[in-house]
Every structure is written in structure tokens, then in C-alpha cells.
């Protein structure tokens, strides 16, 4: 099967800077597309940003110009980085990868287990 394990989350003031990582293991064949969700309390989840395999970006309206997708095609790995945390960053933030186990699979969505970011003073 496939696993997505997500790090970097945590606590910092407004204003301040935090980098996610998740990165994918198991029977992969190919990672079509890898993105960041979150979900604050009492909300529904949200996509933050999205990365294809040619690394084309697309990120939420709430957060362009202050947060950055990557990704490491070699590493099955993603990243986002972000700047200029308000205190409305504050979620969950959940990996999320659409990956093929083989040539003729359809692919299938994966989550990461969520990382907790808080943004307060």
C-alpha cells in the first residue's frame, strides 16, 4: 500500500514562517498530483496548493503570494512553504497525493494523517 507521513508543523506568532514536508512510500509506480489541504475548526477542508509531476502550481486565493509548493519528484516528497502566518492559517494541514501503483491502475487519493499548524501571539 501507500503512505503519505507529513512533518513541520507546530506553533508560531504572526508574521512567521513554517515548512511542511510530507513524503510518499510504498508500492508507488507514479505521483500524478501532490497538494496541501487544511481544515480549521468547525470548517470543511479546504485545498491550500497543488503541484502536478510537471510542477505546475495552483494555490488557494487566501494564500497566494505568501505560500509556496514544491516538490522532489526523486524524494516522492512535498513541501509547503509558508510566510507571513495569520492567525486564519491556523488548521490541520493534510498531505495529499494522487498516485498510480502501476501502469494500468487507475490512480487512487491518499491523505497524510494531518499536521497541526497554530498561529498565535
Known amino acids: 500500500q501507500v503512505q503519505l507521513v507529513e512533518s513541520g508543523g507546530g506553533s508560531v506568532q504572526p508574521g512567521g514562517s513554517l515548512r511542511l514536508s510530507c513524503t510518499a512510500s510504498?508500492?508507488?509506480?507514479?505521483?500524478?498530483?501532490m497538494g496541501w489541504y487544511r481544515q480549521a475548526p468547525g470548517k470543511q477542508r479546504e485545498l491550500v496548493a497543488m503541484i502536478d509531476g510537471s510542477k505546475n502550481a495552483n494555490y488557494a486565493d487566501p494564500v497566494k503570494g505568501r505560500f509556496t509548493i514544491s516538490r522532489d519528484n526523486a524524494k516522492n516528497a512535498v513541501y509547503l512553504q509558508m510566510n507571513s502566518l495569520k492567525f486564519e492559517d491556523t488548521a490541520v494541514y493534510y498531505c495529499?497525493?494522487?498516485?498510480?501503483?502501476?501502469?494500468?491502475?487507475?490512480?487512487?487519493?491518499?491523505w497524510g494523517q494531518g499536521t497541526q499548524v497554530t498561529v498565535s501571539s
Open positions: 510504498g508500492n508507488i509506480f507514479s505521483i500524478y498530483i
Open positions: 495529499n497525493a494522487l498516485i498510480g501503483m502501476s501502469i494500468s491502475a487507475s490512480p487512487d487519493d491518499y
